[in-house]
C-alpha cells in the first residue's frame, strides 16, 4: 500500500494495483409504486408455481426456485409463503392476504410441451385489490433462467418503474488462471464465463450499452493500450496510438473515453466503438482520467490532479467547464455514475489507510459513506436500477467481488471461485 501512496506522490496512479488509475508502464409503461412509505421493501406474497399437467411438476419447481432466488438478490422485496386461503369463490381473497401485510401477490402456472415451456404469470396489487399485470413467457426447457428472469424483470418495473437488473451481465478481472483475464458472469455471479486469453494483464473492463463491445486495458505489448472487443464475434482491435491508453469509459454504444499520452500529458479523448479517435475532452496541467458519464452523455465526471492530489470533477462537455465534486479527503477516485444520474459512487482513501466507498450527489451534497471497517473497498459500480452497487473487497483476506444496496445495506459476496476478482462493471445492457 506504501508503494503506491509514494508512486501516487509523483503521478498519482495505482491505488491499490486494481483502482482503474493505471499510469505507469509497469503491469499491475405505466407502473405503481406499492412499497408502503418510509420501508425500503415491497412485502409479496408468492405462491409456489401451479402446473397444468403432472409431468410439469420438475419444471415447475425448477423455476419457482429460479424466480425466488432472483427475486431475494436485489434486497427489494420480503418475500412470503402465503399460509392463508388466497382464493375463494370469488377470486383473490384480499383480506386474508393483507392481515399477512403482503402489498403484492403473486401466481403463476406452469406448461410444457415438447421441451417447450410456458409460464403464465399474474401479479396483483392488495391495497388496491386489482390485477396489476399478467403476462405469459415461453422458452426452451434447457433455459429456464432467462424464462424466469424475464418475469422478474418485468415485476419490478411494473413494482418501481426504473429498469431492473434482471438479466444483465457483470465483466471483471480475476487471476484464476494466473494472469489477469477478463471474465463475465450474469447479475447473480452465475454462469461465470472467460472473455479474454492474452495471458498477460487485462484491466478494467467495461461493456457498451447496447452489450456488443467490450474495451478494457491491457498490457500484451509491453503498455497498457485500449483494446475493443466485439462480443458477438470475438475479434479485437488495438487502438493504435503511441503512449499509454487506459481507463476506457462508454458515452454511448457509438463512443468511448478513456485516457491516453500520445501528446505528452496523460489527458481524457473521445473514441469511436472502431477505436479512432474522436476529438479531446480535458486540458489541464495535471492527469485526467477514469470517466464516467452522466446518463444523458452531455456530462462526463473523471478524476484529475490539476489541484495535487487526485479529485472528482464533472465537465459539461457542450461548453467544457470543469467544476471539483469532491472535498471531504484529500484522495478520491473511481467515479461511477448512477442510472438514474443523480449520484455518484467513488473510492476514497481514508486518513487511517483504508479505502471505502461513498457518494454523493451530482451537485456536491448527500454525502453518505457506504462501506467501513470492512477491509479495503474499491470500485463500485452501478446496477441498471441503480438499486444495487457490485464493489471489490478484500475483507476475507482475497479480493473478491460483493454486491450491496445504493444505501451500503445487505453486503454480500458475488460469487466463489478461485483466485482474486476486482474491477467488476455492472453493464446497463440487459437481454
Not at 508512486?7 to 412499497?35: D, N, Q, R
Request: glycine share 8%; hydrophobic share 35%.
Amino acid at each position: 500500500m506504501q508503494f503506491y501512496r509514494n508512486v501516487i506522490s509523483t503521478i498519482f496512479a495505482l491505488c491499490l494495483f486494481v483502482i482503474p488509475l493505471h499510469l505507469v508502464a509497469a503491469p499491475e409503461g405505466e407502473y405503481i409504486i406499492i412499497s408502503k412509505k418510509g420501508s425500503e421493501n415491497i412485502t409479496l406474497a408468492l405462491n409456489k408455481l401451479d402446473v397444468q399437467r403432472g409431468d410439469d411438476g420438475k419444471v415447475a419447481h425448477s423455476l419457482d426456485l429460479i424466480i425466488r432466488d432472483a427475486l431475494a438478490f436485489p434486497a427489494l422485496f420480503t418475500i412470503l409463503a402465503p399460509q392463508v386461503t388466497v382464493q375463494d369463490n370469488s377470486g383473490i381473497n384480499y383480506s386474508a392476504l393483507g392481515s399477512i401485510n403482503a402489498e403484492v401477490y403473486v401466481r403463476g402456472t406452469v406448461t410444457t410441451i415438447a421441451g417447450n415451456v410456458t409460464l403464465d404469470m399474474k401479479v396483483y396489487s392488495i391495497g388496491a385489490a386489482k390485477l396489476l399485470f399478467s403476462k405469459t413467457y415461453s422458452g426452451k426447457e434447457t433455459q429456464l433462467r432467462p424464462v424466469g428472469h424475464a418475469f422478474c424483470a418485468d415485476l419490478v418495473e411494473h413494482l418501481t418503474g426504473r429498469r431492473s437488473a434482471f438479466g444483465s451481465k457483470i465483466v471483471f478481472v480475476s487471476n484464476k488462471t494466473g494472469f489477469k483475464e477478463i471474465y463475465q458472469c450474469d447479475f447473480d455471479g452465475k454462469d461465470v464465463e472467460q472473455l479474454t486469453s492474452s495471458r498477460s494483464i487485462s484491466l478494467t473492463p467495461a461493456l457498451s450499452p447496447d452489450g456488443k463491445n467490450l474495451a478494457y486495458t491491457d498490457y500484451s505489448t509491453g503498455r497498457p493500450a485500449l483494446y475493443i472487443r466485439n462480443q458477438l464475434d470475438g475479434k479485437t482491435v488495438m487502438a493504435s496510438k503511441s503512449g499509454i491508453s487506459i481507463d476506457p469509459a462508454w458515452r454511448n454504444s457509438r463512443e468511448l473515453a478513456t485516457t491516453l499520452s500520445f501528446e505528452g500529458d496523460q489527458e481524457i479523448y473521445l473514441l469511436k466503438s472502431d477505436g479512432a479517435l474522436y476529438r479531446r475532452l480535458t486540458r489541464s496541467n495535471g492527469i485526467d482520467l477514469s470517466p464516467t458519464f452522466s446518463p444523458d452523455g452531455n456530462k462526463m465526471a473523471f478524476v484529475s490532479g490539476r489541484n495535487g492530489q487526485p479529485q472528482i470533477f464533472i465537465q459539461d462537455l457542450l461548453s467544457g467547464e470543469a467544476r471539483r465534486l469532491t472535498f471531504n479527503g484529500d484522495y478520491n477516485t473511481q467515479p461511477s455514475w448512477s442510472p438514474s444520474g443523480d449520484k455518484i459512487a467513488y473510492t476514497t482513501c481514508e486518513n487511517s489507510g483504508e479505502f471505502n466507498i461513498f457518494t454523493v450527489g451530482t451537485d456536491g451534497a448527500g454525502l453518505r459513506q457506504l462501506t467501513a471497517q470492512a477491509g479495503q473497498n474499491e470500485s463500485p459500480s452501478w446496477s441498471p436500477d441503480g438499486e444495487m452497487i457490485v464493489f471489490t473487497s478484500n475483507r476475507d483476506g482475497k479480493k473478491r467481488l460483493y454486491t450491496m444496496g445504493a444505501t451500503g445495506r445487505n453486503q454480500l459476496a458475488l460469487l466463489q471461485m478461485s483466485g482474486e476478482q476486482m474491477q467488476a462493471f455492472w453493464s446497463l445492457f440487459r437481454k
